[in-house]
């Protein structure tokens, strides 16, 4: 496992999905694209825009929630498998003292993680060649 960071969101021109870029924060050069869709995109993008002029969004409410609630501590989100091109994604947090983890999709994960500034990692397991 590894520590990423979000390095940003594109349209691919071709086919014209989103794609969600990860870069490794060490030196290893190591990367990997998530497709995502085009809300989940737009809000990646308005988090990673500079200024106050950012795009609002529902994900916008969770954060006034998260705040409020003094007991909620996360740990990190982890991007830990894909199957049949589908991510997957486990949120690691403890609550009034009791460690969670929450199955989640990776773009929703990363949105939180942005906000929040929660560090994010990827599985070696996504990254080495079966």
Do not use: W
Request: glycine share 6%.
């Amino acid at each position: 496992m590894y520590q990423v960071k979000v390095s940003g969101v594109i349209r691919e021109p071709l086919t014209s999905r989103y794609i969600m870029m990860l870069d490794a924060e060490d030196s290893s050069n190591d990367s990997i694209v998530i497709p995502v869709g085009k809300f989940e995109a737009e809000n990646i993008h308005s988090r990673k825009c500079s200024g106050g002029d950012c795009k609002k969004s529902p994900y916008d409410i969770l954060s006034p929630i998260l705040d409020s609630i003094d007991s909620v501590e996360f740990d990190k989100l982890v991007i830990d498998d894909c199957d049949c091109g589908i991510f997957t994604a486990k949120l690691y947090f403890s609550a009034n003292g009791t460690a969670k983890i929450l199955d989640c999709r990776p773009s929703d994960g990363v949105v939180l993680a942005l906000d929040r500034s929660i560090p994010v990692y990827i599985s070696k397991v996504l990254t080495c060649p079966e």
